[in-house]
Nanobody
Framework: QVQPVESGGGLVQAGGSLSLSCTAS????????MGWHRQAPGKDREFVAS????????YYADSVQGRFTISRDNAKNTVYLRMISLNPEDTAVYYC??????????????????WGQGTQVTVSS
């Protein structure tokens, strides 16, 4: 069972930036889409961004388009989320997850499995 591990969360002021990392074990990392999701207090978990297995395609929620960038390094089994122009509405626990099927782009939460434990991002006003 693949268990992604997120890191890089923390406290940042509004307008600031933060980068998250997610490392997943296993030799099949490069065969699966990876995604970032978040859950704010009292709200449902939501899709944030995903990247295809090769890294050639990326997808974003409207709320983060233009501010967040997802990328991956298959040699390091790691996917990244670079976040800029953060605002308090971005405060949430951010989760990394792997697509359930190899070589398939995923743009909604239902297509992901193997979730990490999450990392807290807090944006102060």
């Amino acid at each position: 069972q693949v268990q992604p591990v997120e890191s890089g969360g923390g406290l940042v002021q509004a307008g600031g930036s933060l980068s998250l990392s997610c490392t997943a074990s296993g030799r099949t990392f490069s065969s699966y889409a990876m995604g970032w999701h978040r859950q704010a207090p009292g709200k449902d978990r939501e899709f944030v961004a995903s990247i295809s297995w090769s890294g050639s395609k990326t997808y974003y929620a409207d709320s983060v388009q233009g501010r967040f960038t997802i990328s991956r390094d298959n040699a390091k089994n790691t996917v990244y989320l670079r976040m800029i122009s953060l605002n308090p509405e971005d405060t949430a626990v951010y989760y990394c997850a792997r697509g359930q099927l190899p070589y398939l782009d995923v743009t909604n939460m239902a297509g992901f499995g193997s979730w990490g434990q999450g990392t807290q991002v807090t944006v102060s006003s």
